[in-house]
């Protein structure tokens, strides 16, 4: 059963929804959800990573996926997007201009939500979160939040968003750009699960889940 606005406001009134700061207004089924600070904005920086892999005898960078640790891994490859260069525009596919990161086609990010949303574990937590993009945004072909819509009911902190343009246009993205929504929904019962101590990102403030 998913939350209507009355149903979300109240949530957020009794503190079993985590919404920080407090949404400005409530949808009919959902509360949207903003981009934080273009300082939050990260890239894969793929040419020190090749470099690394040829050094090693490898002629592709190759990635595997199911070993890897993103907050290892990421502290060594993950940069802000490189500031835009005159002359240049077919070298990056994301690029900062001043206060603005341009997302070109086939380009990818990782960028965070300015709120901190979730469920309280210590409110009879019985919520669970989902993270959608928005229609009209997905219709230029941007999209976000590629896996894993799922909030788990007692976690909570910024959401990291994978941000990736599929459309033909160049994507301007701006610091409290509307990019996703919140749904919630209610579970059977509270999980016996506290993902308060499994979760490595519980509480997270950056895009790798290791600021706290």
Known sequence: MYLSD????YAIDCGKLVFRPRPEKIDATSIDLHLDAVSEAKIWNMQKFSEHEFATGRKRPELRIAHYKLGVFGEGYLIA????????ELEQRVIKRGRQVVVR???FLLWQ???VVGTNADKNA????????KSTRARAGIMVHLTAP?????WNGKVTLEIANLGPFDIVLEENDVIA?????KVTSP???DVTGSSSTFGQTDVLGTGR
Do not use: N, S
Not at 181 to 185: E, G, I, N, S
């Open 6 to 9: 009355r149903d979300l406001e």
């Open 81 to 88: 997007p490189p500031d835009e260069i005159p002359g240049k």
């Open 105 to 107: 086609p086939l380009g």
């Open 113 to 115: 939500t300015k709120e």
């Open 126 to 133: 019985d919520l669970i979160c989902f993270v959608d993009g």
């Open 150 to 154: 799922t909030i788990h009911t007692t």
């Open 181 to 185: 929504q919140l749904t919630v929904a």
């Open 191 to 193: 999980p016996a699960v």
